[in-house]
């Protein structure tokens, strides 16, 4: 499972101007839909939203990974997102949330979509990898890091 094949650097947010959860997942997600045509922000939101109500994707150490399905799609998709000043995420460990992966997937992916997000979370286990992804200058940069770091694990 190659991050390469799901991930865009049109899909990157350098920083977020999102201060909620609500308007985090409504700006990632809208980064999505600009980019992948056959996506509808409303659709997305709403799959996030209630892949949220089973428990917040905030999985602690500043890290968030929402995710979701929908039939829209025929392959994973990933966007990022960076706050400096960190959002509020209800985060199991109740601290803010800085980096945002938000991955999507088609409907009917389940072991794609598990693999997505078990690969994701073994790159940010790594906190000297997070460490960079926080102080990244650009978007190039971060696109790097990611695409690099993917290619480790």
Known sequence: ??????????????E???RSKLDTLKELSGVLADGETRLNRDVVLNALL???KLGSTGIGDGIAIPHGKTVD??????SFGRSKSGVD???????????????MAPEHSAGQHLKALAKISRMLKDSAF???????KSKDEIYRLIIEKGEEC
Do not use: Q
């Open 1 to 14: 499972m190659e991050i390469a094949g799901m991930f865009k650097k049109e899909f990157i947010v350098e």
């Open 16 to 18: 977020l101007r999102s």
């Open 89 to 103: 995420f209800n985060a199991m460990d109740g601290k803010p949330v800085h980096l945002f992966f938000l991955l």
């Open 130 to 136: 997070r460490k960079k992804l926080m102080d990244a």
């Open 50 to 52: 209630e892949r949220e």
């Open 73 to 78: 799609l025929d392959d994973l998709i990933v």
